[in-house]
């Protein structure tokens, strides 16, 4: 506990009195000591028994299951959220469309923009077809 | 990194099936431990724990090897059944107990049987007893130290107090209880 000799200082031998009962139990050494370490060992001895109630059984399952709960409900919620959002900026969009509709048809009348929309449409419409993927090499 | 706690703290955050329920397993003890020892309601203990292991799960990212695992998971247990008696303005301690607990050196005496003792259960249930009416703190150390066998260093991890702070604990808490099991053998000092 201080700096001083053990033997000079009663509270240091008595701390080392204790020290030497916890190292004598954990180690099991045989009980052929001073009566007041055999005190000691008693009282360490008991501190060493399990507690009288313990967790259950399936408590480290109880709690994974609970995680995994927690988890499909935080999944659950970025999802609706997602859908919220997508919601939004498709009608934000079509709002855009219906202001802006004597620009959005001048487009449509356009026949190089429509040729051009469609050069980058019709390939990402063809690759989502069945069975039509690139052949390797 | 070389850690002994790494492939399992990896292998949690990677989500690999079973990883985290074999973390609960190894580390449940000791937080039970620590928690049923502080709060003593076996209910909210239970609870508190499955509180805890959520907190490490959700935390899990933020730990950095700078103490064992267990040390780590320890100080989460811990701070959660304080905070808990706080709001249950359950006392930690009594600070009031330890102002005559060096007199007792003197009053103790050497005239003591282990082989009675030893053959004598109902000393250990009343050792048992007395270590249940003992504070909190004193005795969630006592049981961190002798049961579970950690350093006094790891103690420190855990319960952030200072070394000598939990020796001074432990001292006076093994002499009160040495000096109740000579009381109980009806040792003259």
Known sequence: MTHETPGDNPVEREWMLQEQAAKAERLGLDAHDEAKLQSYRAVVRVLRQPLDRDLPLDFASQVAREVRRQAADDMRLELYLSWVLLSVLVLALLGLVARYSGLVLSWFSNPWLMALAACFALPVLLGKLPGFHRRPG | ?189
């Open chain 2, 1 to 189: 990194m070389s850690h002994p706690d790494s492939p399992l703290v990896k292998a949690v955050l990677a989500n690999a099936p079973g990883a985290f329920e074999r973390l609960v397993r190894e580390h449940q003890a000791l937080c039970w431990h620590i928690i049923y020892r502080m709060v003593r309601h076996p209910e909210d203990a239970r609870e508190l724990c499955q509180e805890t292991f959520l907190l490490v799960h959700r935390r899990l990212r933020q730990f950095r090897h700078e103490s064992a695992l267990k040390s780590w998971i320890g100080r989460i247990a811990y701070t959660v059944a304080l905070r808990h008696m706080e709001r249950k303005r359950i006392a930690l301690f009594d600070p009031g107990q330890d102002e005559d607990a060096s007199s007792p050196i003197d009053k103790l005496s050497d005239g003591f049987d282990l082989e009675t003792a030893y053959a004598d259960s109902e000393i250990a249930a009343r050792l048992h007893q007395v270590i249940e009416t003992l504070p909190p703190l004193q005795r969630t150390l006592l049981t961190l130290y002798h049961l579970d066998e950690l350093s006094i260093d790891e103690i420190a991890v855990i319960t952030g107090l200072a070394s000598g702070t939990i020796k001074s604990h432990l001292f006076r808490t093994r002499l009160r209880l040495r000096e109740q099991l000579e009381v109980f053998y009806g040792v003259a000092p």
